[in-house]
T-cell receptor, first 113, second 112 residues
Framework: GESVGLHLPTLSVQEGDNSIINCAYS??????FIWYKQESGKGPQFIIDIRSNMDKRQGQRVTVLLNKTVKHLSLQIAATQPGDSAVYFCAETGETSYDKVIFGPGTSLSVIP | NAGVMQNPRHLVRRRGQEARLRCSPMKGHSHVYWYRQLPEEGLKFMVY????????ESGMPKERFSAEFPKEGPSILRIQQVVRGDSAAYFC??????????FGDGTRLSIL
């Protein structure tokens, strides 16, 4: 079946370093991808999105890269801060009649001060 | 400019009781989604609703679970005759006709 998965379940980085969180997706028909951040005790928060007609999109300290050839998505966080510690989910959806979102299992990012 | 509101934040029920979880979408959002999350796991889609209509309930267990989004009032996720395995965090999200889903902070359901 279609699924979205992550390569690494946990990631520890030193404060100030860059973080890279990877995601694989299997549905080649998916054309809209979203990264969410979930802090403990809270709901997922939108970070950044990218459509399939793009291969890179930048936000504030975050960059999402999309490689459609290998169905791979990554989230790069520059100068990682303690406040970035959270679980990060990639999600995929399509331009169908509604926005059903399929989430990957998540990567837990821990920032070491 | 309130976000998605879920209540209660925590709900404790004994086995066999009913659990009712409420979700008020963001203003202007007519699409509501319910997800379930077990500890250390991702979010699993349960059901997608528009006002007075269930659009997709493919992720909802066939028995004991039901959802509604009435014309007036919040969306309700109802679990009848709860069992220990129903313990989880239940998240609601809303979106406008198209666009990113915005999530509430969830209801943590504990079954004694």
């Amino acid at each position: 079946g279609e699924s979205v998965g992550l390569h690494l379940p946990t990631l520890s980085v030193q404060e100030g370093d860059n973080s890279i969180i990877n995601c694989a997706y299997s549905n080649s028909a998916s054309d809209y991808f979203i990264w969410y951040k979930q802090e403990s005790g809270k709901g997922p928060q939108f970070i950044i999105d990218i459509r399939s007609n793009m291969d890179k999109r930048q936000g504030q300290r975050v960059t999402v890269l999309l490689n459609k050839t290998v169905k791979h998505l990554s989230l790069q966080i520059a100068a990682t801060q303690p406040g970035d510690s959270a679980v990060y989910f990639c999600a995929e959806t399509g331009e169908t009649s509604y926005d059903k979102v399929i989430f990957g299992p998540g990567t837990s990012l821990s920032v070491i001060p | 400019n309130a976000g998605v509101m879920q209540n209660p934040r925590h709900l404790v029920r004994r086995r066999g009781q009913e659990a009712r979880l409420r979700c008020s979408p963001m203003k202007g959002h007519s699409h509501v989604y319910w997800y379930r999350q077990l500890p250390e796991e991702g979010l699993k889609f349960m059901v997608y609703l528009q006002k007075e209509n269930i659009i997709d309930e493919s992720g909802m267990p066939k028995e004991r679970f039901s959802a509604e989004f009435p014309k007036e009032g919040p969306s309700i996720l109802r679990i009848q005759q709860v069992v220990r395995g129903d313990s989880a965090a239940y998240f609601c999200a809303s979106s406008p006709r198209t666009g990113v889903q915005h999530f509430g902070d969830g209801t943590r359901l504990s079954i004694l």
